[in-house]
């Protein structure tokens, strides 16, 4: 089951979201997708990584089987305002990676990574 809870002023396309969520995360039986101004992901970038600044997107397992994945539209469309829809399926893809075991601590991470968020994206 996918949550949506839009806690900003964008209008989001949450069925083309909750689309592409099952997709990239079928095995998860609970995963929630929050979106959040900037101020509010800047107070939990700081809070859990020690980042004052405000992120596009941060992840948080809650459990076996569950995760939350926090996105910043405000901060996709001031990086890519021009492609802005197809950036947020990609830190939503992202977000749910995480969840999942993935990483970019190095660049074979990094390229695992980005192989499979653009398997999902494509397909």
Same mark, same amino acid.
Request: hydrophobic share 40%.
């Given at each position: 089951m996918v949550e949506f809870n839009n806690r900003t002023d964008y209008e989001l396309p949450?069925?083309?979201?909750?689309?592409?969520?099952?997709?990239?995360?079928?095995?998860?039986e609970e995963l929630s997708v929050?979106?959040?101004?900037?101020?509010e992901i800047a107070d #939990?970038?700081?809070?859990?990584r020690k980042k004052k600044d405000p992120t596009d997107v #941060?992840?948080?397992?809650?459990?076996? %089987?569950? %995760?939350?994945?926090?996105?910043c539209?405000?901060?996709?469309?001031?990086?890519?305002?021009?492609?802005?829809?197809?950036r947020m399926d990609r830190v939503l893809v992202h977000g749910i #990676?995480?969840?999942l075991g993935?990483?970019?601590?190095?660049?074979?991470?990094e390229a695992r990574m980005k192989k499979k968020e653009d398997?999902?994206?494509s397909g």
């Open positions: 949450i069925d083309r979201f909750a689309e592409l969520a099952r997709k990239a995360a079928p095995e998860k929050a979106f959040l101004s900037a101020d #939990l970038n700081s809070r859990y #941060l992840s948080f397992k809650a459990g076996p %089987g569950l %995760g939350e994945v926090l996105i539209p405000q901060v996709v469309k001031e990086e890519f305002g021009d492609d802005f829809l197809n #990676l995480h969840l993935y990483d970019h601590q190095n660049d074979e991470q398997e999902i994206l």
